[in-house]
């Protein structure tokens, strides 16, 4: 047959049935699988077609074909990051109503780069971020009738970054005056932090990493000690970041003490609530956020704990004036008259691209779907999985704690010392039953249990931490009790 | 009942179905809609309930009531980018095979960071890429069996400032430099360019913009000339960008010249194909190429014209260290012994966000299903078409071509002045029969008509053309000829 037939409409619905119908049982049956992938660096690569086809396999007759490589190929490759088991990083949970959301993004298929390419791009994008703000119970400084307003950025890092180039422009109105621009962190805030202070072409060595305190949160003290120092040298301090919920331990740093300090100064506060900002949907959990409305810029990450697929972060500034400034650009081929006008938000100058997808509808499927209070009863099971995971350590005589658990991460380590813990790790992991990471905190290698995939049940908790148990007991008596 | 369930399997099935069948539908009835969005700023918003819902709506039951919703809120506030009649702007075109690709990603639901985080994710994609060097004839220098290698960015201004990052951790070492780099650009280039030194925090007054020839492309002469008064001064030439196929005009600008200018400087050469690099899967427009094994880093988008979703930018180094450089990052919680052996890609590296979905499925199902050939049949359709238009243009006594016609669009004008051809495009896109914008050549108003959605066909083309003539009569009654 001639090759290179547009799909017809009645061949993509039955293609689309079948991969909706593939896509469910994979997500009914990924417990088969193990959590984290087996493959060697270049085992998918190699079952591969070194070349691309000359001659397309039309979809209409050869999508079973495809599925199947999909099983035997990528499906192998695949670390299974919704696995209930999964209790790597920080989750990035999701939801059939958001993979329903997605699939009409790309369905649609339209491109929000401004209002007038899908004025309904941009408006449920808007609403969505305000109903975020109800839902979370965030500051009324971020809502979009007023001189702020929110946005969804890829990540957590890219809505960093613009914070930072909103505060750099804020901050000084020379580039030669960039070299004197500072930038204050925790010593536990996420790596993204320092990246966008190379990106932004600023000096490594202006950034100042705050000492934490016995929790891992910032030392607000040492926040404001450092500051004056800045301050006093003739340095601009240009913006901090407060975390809520650190990567390494879910620490939350003490924003309303941070952005006092920094208020004198004219320092740009951003929040990176990337992880612990789902948690606000609980009212009791509001507590994280105290002092926010003293900040600049926010982000969280529904995309990490919300049931809404990557990516999908949602960025708030207080005052979108300075991020305008520092992004936008209007040549003569993205002029019109609804931007003309100045009534319409154009998205293309609140981020680092250009064009951008339809990514609120996810959103709105998911608040639409479970409501907030369908969104609070799983985030508490969470909440309430980890507290059970912590007593469980807490119980053990070979365990400990190594942080707080605040949320839903759970920080602890064999009493066996650093090799144990590698070890426990690893043979967790080549285990197949579970995927676990790692972080250092006060320089020691600490196991991180971060709790919140979609479809983790208690079970799945208990079952981990009898691998746990069982591999603890198993290294332990090969290395020697050293507790 | 109680609210907030995860949506079972079963009904997951049922209303993927649905949706897919509501796309389908949506496709196939697309020429019924105007093609641009005639709604008010804030039409959509009025129409979603104030807040978000405290008890959900279980899609099991109510996803009719959504689709009804997204049918009566949301598409009367598309502009509809997948309508055969859009020719505004470059096409951002999609197909069913793409769409099942996005579809296939949000279900899989892996997050490739790092290769150990799904090496799937990583090697279908370094795979991809690959092909695509196979498929558009790039040189061999990009490929990763090499010192370079290719990423999926999700936008062209994400490539330009990710090779803007990598340029200029290749020129300079101080901080303090940074005020001496300069950046290269021509005067057609995209807005991006711009862009990206500010974000980079390079000066503005840096950027020089080149001027073009009587074809709107960059002369390397003058462009040899700059460079070198910028060697005398002191100043550290870090990056030039050569266009190939402009915003405005899809003007070429010389790639081989430019690079061999820029040689013996040390500047790295970017090379943006953002539409036109496609034109590459046909043989005979591989001249657009010609140079390119000169450059540094080079882009196209295949979510602009290869029949894949937004987004998809492939960006390639000829030499990854610089870029790797400029972005790496690697905190404790990341460390895997795999990253640890050297022998993986970790994409975070090579990009601007940490996070990043499984976007090479889409890539791999467009070039599976349609191969080589079949790619090159739509592509050499669409380039047909173009030159069709560009015919009805000159034959037409009051119009004019206003640029060369190289790919797929037509650059032209009324000869009754900017104020005619305002009007013509204003009353064309509230026709709702098509959808045009517009862009300045040498001072003056200029029609673009892009031609590159995966449905146009001749008809759409030669209907867009009698509307255009039908209101050009009619507005040049009203505004008298003043050819």
Redesign the interface.
Known sequence: MD?????S?????A???A??????????GIEAHPVV?R?A?????RQ?PP?????????AEHFPQ?LAD?DR??????????HPSFF??FP?????????G??????????GML???????T??E??MLD??I??LGLPEVFRSTGPGGGVLQ?????AT?CAL?AA?ERAVDA??D??RCTVYASEHA???V??AV???????SNLRLIPADAAYAMRADAFADTLAADVRAGLVPTMVTATVGT??STAIDPVRAIATAAASTGCWVHVDAALAGTAAVCPEYRWIHDGLELADSYCFNP?KWMFT???CDAFYVADRRSLLQ??S??????????TA?G??IDYRDWQ??????FRA?KLW?V????????????IRAHLDLAQHFAQLVRAHPDFELAAPVPLNLVCFRHRGGEDVNAEIV?RCNASGELYL????LDGRYVI?CSIGQ??TRRRHVDAAWRQIEQVAAAVGGQSGRRG
């Open positions: 090759d290179g037939h547009h799909l409409s009645a061949d993509f619905r293609q689309g049935h991969l909706v119908d593939w896509i469910a049982a994979y997500l009914d992938s493959v660096p270049g085992d998918i690569r591969l070349h691309p086809p000359e001659h397309g396999e039309d979809f495809v999909i190929v990528v499906v192998p490759g695949l670390t299974h990051w919704q790597a990083y990035s949970n999701t939801s059939g109503p958001s993979i329903l997605e699939l009409l993004s790309a369905g649609l298929g339209v491109q209002w007038a390419t899908s004025p309904a791009c408006e449920v808007t609403h109903w975020l109800d839902l890829d990540s957590a890092s890219s970054l180039l750099r580039i030669a960039l070299t996420h790596s993204s320092a990246r190379r990106i932004a072409g600023l000096d490594p990567t390494s995309h697929n990557f990516d520092a992004l650009a209007t040549p003569e081929y993205l002029r019109n008259p609804a006008s009534e319409v680092i691209p250009l064009g951008r997808r509808l499927f608040m639409r779907h479970y409501g907030a209070h369908g969104l609070r009863h799983h690893e990471t790692h972080t250092r991180r979609t479809q």
